[in-house]
């Protein structure tokens, strides 16, 4: 085992020394080393970087770089350390600089000197490239069932809606009727786009950058297609120079990243509003609530609250990505070996926000009574006061004012509703309004009213709720 001392001294075991230990006369401080470790990070990569060493050390064999033997020994070796790894009986050695020397090292004490050739024709400037996004590659999907499963616990809740009234704001006031399952089809359909967007930024790690070397490639007669191939890739990556110095998918997925958690943080406002005694829309279930240390009575919105807390961490992981690309020459520097961390927060960060808020939203009951009673007062209707008179053959323009007078007549009486208004009120103001304005304007028949594509009427979200559940089919 490496010796380490926090403050002072020297790594002295050879077999986990730094891979470029050779140049060096002494070895590197311990301190110097505690520093610019990194296997505290990217040790979630262990099972990506066997899997990468033994495509490598196949197609070695194959090309003639090293014997069948030696291949034999390589692949029987990872496979070993991968069987261990994920069994518990081998564990990360944290002196180790980072996996990639861990991993080779572990061969090496293993199988010899077979171990050695395990990095032939290879920098860990491409390997960390090719572990990064094989990573992805197989969390990526994981996050994306997540996803699929919040789109359809929503798109379920939903269809139990589709007649529940529910006021729907712009501004934070009054604006017109809709729907909770309208509502809750809004937020899926933010989803939607996250994991599309998940989906679209895979397609640019489907290239593998395997054999692009430290910057220039090798002289060596690599194959780097059937690296590729072997991996799952659909090829390889088409400037060696790019290929080491390209972070572009790390801030690329950690943009994806804070938009998701925007969408959580935006649905999590709403909730803590809908949770307040003010709207009474939602009681949250007591197993996803907290209380007051001092205030027996509560019953707080926490969970819904730390989700909306966390957004900052999630954007400040994506400033920490394009701040830290934002000067660097080509190719590689070592800035980038800071580019795990935050990418692999905003992802734990996202996923984690994601599972809570599905039980979270799954576990509430919906107060259907208070839901409705915002639909009345607020003048939610003069839209469809307006609609009324259109339906006449009065301009729009024309009807937006008749309908604003309206409203303004009600404000002047202290009334609170258009409804309260008497039919003579309203034939004052225009001729066209006739005894049936009354049942025009019902919180429910607005809502039903709005049958254009998209709306809040039923047989609308009734189509938006099986597009969300035809778009989770065999997602998760």
């Not at 050739?117 to 860990?124: A, E, F, L, P, Q």
């Not at 939203?361 to 107060?367: D, E, G, L, R, V």
Request: hydrophobic share 40%.
């Amino acid at each position: 085992m490496s010796e380490k001392n926090s403050s002072h001294g020297t790594i002295t075991n050879n077999n986990h020394a730094a891979l470029w230990h050779g140049r060096f006369a002494e070895g590197p401080d311990a301190a110097a080393v505690e520093f610019e470790t990194s296997i505290y990070v990217d040790e979630r990569m262990a099972i990506d970087d066997i899997n990468g060493s033994k495509a490598h050390a196949q197609m070695l064999c194959n090309q003639g770089i090293i014997s069948s033997e030696e291949n034999d020994q390589i692949q029987k070796g990872l496979d070993s350390i991968e069987k261990d790894l994920l069994s518990g009986n081998l564990e990360i050695d944290y002196s180790a600089e980072d996996i990639h020397s861990f991993v080779e090292a572990t061969l090496t004490d293993r199988i010899g000197d077979a171990g050695k050739k395990v990095h032939t024709g290879r920098s860990r400037n491409d390997q960390i490239a090719l572990d990064e996004r094989l990573y992805l590659r197989r969390a990526i999907p994981d996050l994306q069932k997540n996803i699929a499963s919040l789109i359809k616990t929503l798109s379920d809740i939903a269809r139990e809606h589709t007649n529940s009234l529910l006021t729907g704001y712009t501004h934070m006031q009054h604006a017109q009727p809709g729907t909770l399952a309208q509502h809750l089809c809004a937020w899926a359909f933010m989803l939607v786009r996250d994991y599309e967007r998940l989906s679209d930024s895979l397609k640019r790690v489907s290239l593998s950058p395997l054999g692009s070397g430290a910057l220039a490639g090798s002289g060596l007669p690599l194959d780097r297609e059937f690296v590729a191939k072997k991996l799952g890739f659909d090829g390889v990556t088409h400037n060696s120079l790019d290929s080491v110095s390209d972070r572009d998918y790390c801030i690329e997925f950690t943009s994806d990243f804070a938009l998701l958690q925007s969408h959580l943080s935006r649905m999590c406002e709403e909730i803590v509003l809908w949770a307040t005694t003010e709207f009474g829309f939602i009681d949250l279930s007591e197993k996803w609530s907290t209380g007051s240390s001092i205030m027996p009575q509560k019953k707080n919105p926490d969970f819904a609250e730390l989700i909306r807390g966390r957004t900052g961490k999630v954007y400040g992981n994506l400033i920490n990505l394009l701040v830290m690309m934002k000067g660097l020459p080509l190719s590689y520097d070592r800035d980038m070996q800071e580019d795990k961390a935050p990418l692999f927060e905003a992802l734990d960060t996202v996923k984690g926000n994601l599972i809570v808020f599905e039980a979270m939203i799954s576990s509430a009951k919906w107060n259907k009574d208070k839901m409705a009673a915002s639909c009345y007062g607020g003048f939610a209707n003069a839209t469809d006061v307006a609609d009324y008179l259109v339906r006449k053959g009065m301009p729009f323009r024309t009807a937006h004012g008749v309908a604003a007078q309206c409203v303004r007549l009600c404000i002047e009486k202290n009334f609170t509703a258009i409804e309260e208004l008497s039919i003579e009120d309203m034939k004052n103001i225009s001729d066209l309004f006739e005894v049936d304005i009354f049942e025009k304007i019902t919180p429910e028949a607005c809502m039903k009213a709005r049958k254009t594509t998209g709306g809040p009427a039923p047989e609308q979200t009734d189509k938006q709720i099986l597009f969300l559940q035809k778009f989770c089919e065999g997602k998760f």
